[in-house]
T-cell receptor, first 116, second 115 residues
Framework: DTGVSQNPRHKITKRGQNVTFRCDPI?????LYWYRQTLGQGPEFLTY????????KSRLLSDRFSAERPKGSFSTLEIQRTEQGDSAMYLC??????????????FGPGTRLTVL | AQKITQTQPGMFVQEKEAVTLDCTYDTSDQSYGLFWYKQPSSGEMIFLIY??????QNATEGRYSLNFQKARKSANLVISASQLGDSAMYFC????????????FGKGTRLHILP
């Protein structure tokens, strides 16, 4: 399978607990993105990496959120002290920017988080 | 200010008919890119078509075409000969700047294809 993969696909947790999601991008892609999608809305940008460097963070990414991409391959998104408002689909995407392309982002299937 | 506006929350279309999904955008950049994505009930975002702001011709990909009207800031998606498998959420999205990586999505239009 050469697509973007995300684990777990579903996560149910209690308010106040910490959760961590993993994203494995397409192997040759050096850029990796995280988006959040709440019910009835389009995805909202959270952050992105070029290799291991985190280049941009949205104001949506509160202090309780942290993302890493330690070796420039897979990435993790951790949410500490989860709140019910964190319930959403968390989407990961990857890309390989090239002068001849429009930097298409390939999305994974998402991790659906439910905070009780 | 909302960057991407999709005014049709839902649409019902008879199978085999053509359908147009509306999208208007707002940007002050001269260089930008416009995307359409399809999201089936499985949740995965599927890229459909891209239009660059400097592209003179409307983009086409199979049954999908993008009706790009730059002066009106609209980028409508046209699906010809709709199929039952086209039933899904459709998102219009924009990337500002020539290489900006952040994509801004609209709220989407849910398309239902009727047999």
């Amino acid at each position: 399978d050469t697509g973007v993969s995300q684990n777990p696909r579903h996560k149910i947790t209690k308010r106040g607990q910490n959760v961590t999601f993993r994203c494995d991008p397409i192997s040759e892609h050096n850029r990796l993105y995280w988006y959040r999608q709440t019910l009835g809305q389009g995805p909202e940008f959270l952050t992105y990496f070029q290799n291991e460097a985190q280049l941009e963070k949205s104001r949506l990414l509160s202090d309780r959120f942290s993302a890493e991409r330690p070796k420039g391959s897979f990435s993790t998104l951790e949410i500490q002290r989860t709140e019910q408002g964190d319930s959403a689909m968390y989407l990961c995407a990857s890309s390989f920017p090239d002068a001849g392309t429009f930097n298409e982002q390939f999305f994974g299937p998402g991790t659906r988080l439910t905070v009780l | 200010a909302q960057k991407i506006t999709q005014t049709q929350p839902g649409m019902f279309v008879q199978e085999k008919e053509a359908v147009t999904l509306d999208c208007t955008y707002d940007t002050s950049d001269q260089s930008y890119g416009l995307f359409w994505y399809k999201q089936p009930s499985s949740g995965e975002m599927i890229f459909l078509i891209y239009q660059g702001s400097y592209d003179e011709q409307n983009a086409t990909e199979g049954r999908y075409s993008l009706n790009f009207q730059k002066a009106r800031k609209s980028a409508n998606l046209v699906i010809s000969a709709s199929q039952l498998g086209d039933s899904a959420m459709y998102f219009c999205a924009m990337r500002e700047g020539p290489r900006d990586d952040k994509i801004i999505f609209g709220k989407g239009t849910r398309l239902h294809i009727l047999p």
